[in-house]
């Protein structure tokens, strides 16, 4: 595998997927860290001339008027750094500190950082050698995710525990294995440390990754359920979708069609209704919107993963330090609180299919997907208090929090977005929509069964005959627990689309 350079300008998210997953190197170029040292001179230049320069030689936060006196900027950046390493549980995976120090090391080589190049080669190290702070996931309020930062950077000069090959281990034990000595921080070191939204970057990154999953595993279950229903295709045609005009909308239909490619439901509409509910016929629609906002939200992300998230902001080319307000993330925000609201229409439909399912007025199948019709075997009945429950939950859980704060810093840091919070929220929906979906493929691949006999789609067939091997047919009652479980690693695996062809 290929080192990936890091120069400030063009991380993709691809990119950080095989860094945090696949475990790529990274390099940065030179160029970046030429760009970074001329960062640092201004900075020791205005050092020199005394000029104030918030985080530098001047406190932060209330005590943004208190003097750093150059003797002492080894031991007030190490104090910045112990005094914001307050984080409680539970504690970041390893994939989400991977993202934040490559975020982060990619941000600062943008230039306006004013790291030093050791700093900058500690993160490239810790990458490389596979040496993990750990750090509890809470504490930020969303005007850069100081606390996480910090406690990353506490690794760094020695002071933090690490995962180290498999294991937690003394941060000084792991760089001294590694030929690395704990850092020397010099002025703004520790500002520049701590003052990034790398956090929500980074869990912004992963959290794109398991929706694009869980969107086409919805298209997917979708797919079987159609099967299962007997339901129509029509809305799905690309002459109907196209005349809507929204390409993610198309985009989705279009992969329903190609995994429904072959199915008995191409056959003619004899047997069917002339227009199914809604759940069934908007599902497309509801999965492309969600893929719009995907986009935007993506699109914020690639913006703010080549930029400066800084405060102060280095201009190394004016050869001036300016105070900003680079580490406002309300832009990502905002969309991940909008991508929570259409997570939950997709709950909401996969809900609604549900209960159709169940319905013999809708499937002409057995009440509750019973293999008698109910007369010894009660089927699918009280698991809809299940599904219910999760999809009130994500509705709770849909609610904003980037309006909830207080100010903070001697009233000065009077904004916040809640970032973190608001990201952490997305993951809970999505896992709970992993249960949601798992359910609904139950009734989806029960109602195929039933109906007997009928040609499934190439990739849908395939699918719903790997789910088999998983899950085998509900021909009595049974602890559904452990049917509803193993339904869940199907989707968080992506298990069906791989054995349909589509990863």
């Known amino acids: 595998m290929e080192k990936i350079i890091l120069d400030g300008n063009s991380l993709t998210l691809d990119q950080i997927y095989e860094v945090v997953y696949d475990g790529a190197c990274v390099e940065i170029s030179e160029e970046a860290l030429k760009r970074a040292e001329k960062a640092k001179h201004v900075l020791y230049r205005m050092v020199d001339s005394e000029t104030p320069v918030y985080g530098t030689n001047r406190g932060v936060g209330w005590n943004k008027d208190r003097k750093v006196y150059n003797e002492y900027f080894d031991q007030y950046n190490k104090n910045l750094l112990r005094s914001h390493s307050l984080c409680v549980p539970p504690y970041c995976t390893e994939e989400e500190i991977r993202a934040v120090m490559l975020i982060r090391l990619n941000t600062a080589l943008y230039g306006c950082a004013g790291l030093s190049t050791e700093v900058l080669k500690r993160y490239r190290d810790f990458l490389n050698k596979r040496i993990h702070p750990l750090v509890p996931r809470r504490s930020s309020v969303g005007e850069a995710d100081l606390a996480v930062n910090a406690m990353i950077g506490m690794s760094m000069i020695g002071e933090n525990d690490v995962l180290y090959k498999g294991r937690p281990t003394d941060s000084l034990k792991a760089m001294e294995t590694e030929g690395l000595k704990p850092l020397v921080l010099g002025p703004k070191d520790g500002l520049g440390i701590v003052s990034s939204n790398s956090q929500a970057a980074a869990m912004t990154a992963l959290l ?248 499934l789609g190439k990739c849908s067939g395939k699918a719903f005959r790997e789910y088999r091997k998983i899950v085998p047919f509900l021909d009595r009652d049974r602890k559904l627990s452990v049917d509803i479980q193993n339904s869940y690693e199907a989707v968080k695996n992506n298990t069906l689309l791989k054995a349909g062809g589509w990863l």
């Open 208 to 455: 794109l990754k398991e929706v694009k999953e869980l969107t086409a595993n919805s298209n997917l279950i979708y797919c079987i359920g159609l099967e299962g229903l007997n339901g129509q295709i029509q809305q799905l045609d690309k002459s109907v979708t196209e005349a809507k005009g929204f390409p993610e909308q198309t985009e989705c239909a279009r992969e329903c069609l190609a995994m429904l490619e072959g199915s008995y439901l191409f056959d003619g509409t004899e047997g069917k209704a002339l227009q199914d509910p809604l759940s069934f016929r908007d599902s497309a629609f509801i999965n492309g919107s969600i893929l719009e906002c995907i986009r935007l939200l993506e699109m914020s992300l690639e913006q703010h993963l080549n930029h400066s998230d800084d405060n102060p902001c280095v201009l190394p080319d004016e050869g001036r330090v300016s105070v900003s307000c680079n580490f406002e993330p309300l832009n990502l925000v905002l969309k991940a609180e909008m991508l929570n609201i259409a997570l939950n229409h997709m709950s909401k439909g996969a809900c609604h299919r549900i209960l159709k399912l169940a319905d013999p007025d809708f499937t002409g199948l057995p009440r509750f997907l019973s293999p008698d019709g109910g007369k010894t075997v009660i089927g699918y009945s009280t698991i809809q208090k299940t599904f219910t429950s999760l999809d009130t939950e994500n509705r709770s859980l849909a609610n904003p929090s980037s309006m909830d704060f207080l100010a903070l810093s001697g009233y000065i840091e009077d904004h916040a977005s809640n970032a973190v919070l608001a990201l952490e929220k997305s993951f809970q929906i999505v896992d709970n929509l992993r249960y949601i979906l798992g359910m609904e493929l139950m009734h989806a691949a029960q109602a195929v069964d039933l109906r007997r006999n009928y040609k």
